[in-house]
């Protein structure tokens, strides 16, 4: 079951924040943070795990509010590098299971 | 960091031909995945495997798509007969025990292109 991702792009001026919501109508075990620019693999960036932990990442950090079964990711005084898509990865059991990804949202920070 | 590394990082072939996909999953790890990416578009799970047998599987994963690990560092995704829809980038990635709570590495891709 895909995770919902919002908004679908985001156009920042540097220096500015910016905050991406992954949402499911399943209960989640975890969510997985990736980013990734164009043409490249992504790359992790982090992962929460159910019990509505905060972790930070640099000036990215994220939270998972379990009884909304979502998560967020903020990314504060955004930079040039920041620039990319930002895709959710959600997992719905502690054991052996599938990553599935959102569709991603569409990040550019302009100078 | 230890790599997932895949082979090529692009492949060209005609519609109806068969092409391998290679990878070589990070030494330690014990769950292998297949995802693709189609331009511009999410990346869709495809596959997984553990000790040398399906673990799960996408309706995008039918019989034309089959996975093996011929030996003990390969991980190879076949397509029998290519379609044009079929065309993507095709990420391999590998998990130290396939658990939820793990971090996935994925390839640098391939971008597999049919025409």
């Known amino acids: 079951q895909q995770p919902v991702q919002s908004p679908q792009a985001v156009i920042l001026r540097e220096g500015e924040d910016a905050v991406i919501n992954c949402s499911s109508s399943?209960?989640?075990?975890?969510v997985h943070w990736y980013r990734q620019k164009h043409g490249e693999a992504p790359v992790f960036l982090m992962i929460?795990?159910?019990?509505?932990e905060q972790k930070g990442h640099e000036k990215i950090s994220a939270s998972f509010n379990e009884k909304k079964q979502q998560s967020s990711l903020y990314l504060t005084a955004s930079q040039l590098s920041y620039s990319g898509t930002y895709f959710c990865?959600?997992?719905?059991?502690?054991?052996?299971?599938?990553?599935?990804f959102g569709k991603g949202t569409m990040l550019l920070v302009s100078p | 960091e230890p790599e997932v590394t895949q082979t090529p990082s692009h492949q060209v072939t005609q519609m109806g031909q068969e092409v391998i996909l290679r990878c070589v999953p990070i030494s330690n790890h014990l769950y292998f995945y297949w995802y693709r990416q189609i331009l511009g578009q999410k990346v869709e799970f495809l596959v997984s495997f553990y000790n040398n047998e399906i673990s799960e599987k996408s309706e995008i994963f039918d019989d034309q798509f089959s996975v093996e690990r011929p030996d003990g560092s390969n991980f190879t995704l076949k397509i029998r007969s290519t379609k044009l829809e079929d065309s993507a980038m095709y990420f391999c990635?590998?998990?130290?025990?396939?658990?939820?709570?793990?971090?996935?590495?994925f390839g640098s891709g391939t971008q597999l292109s049919v025409l």
């Open positions: 929460l795990l159910k019990g509505g």
């Open positions: 990865g959600t997992e719905y059991d502690s054991g052996y299971s599938t990553l599935t």
């Open positions: 990635a590998s998990r130290v025990q396939g658990r939820a709570n793990e971090k996935l590495f």
């Open positions: 399943k209960a989640l075990y975890s």
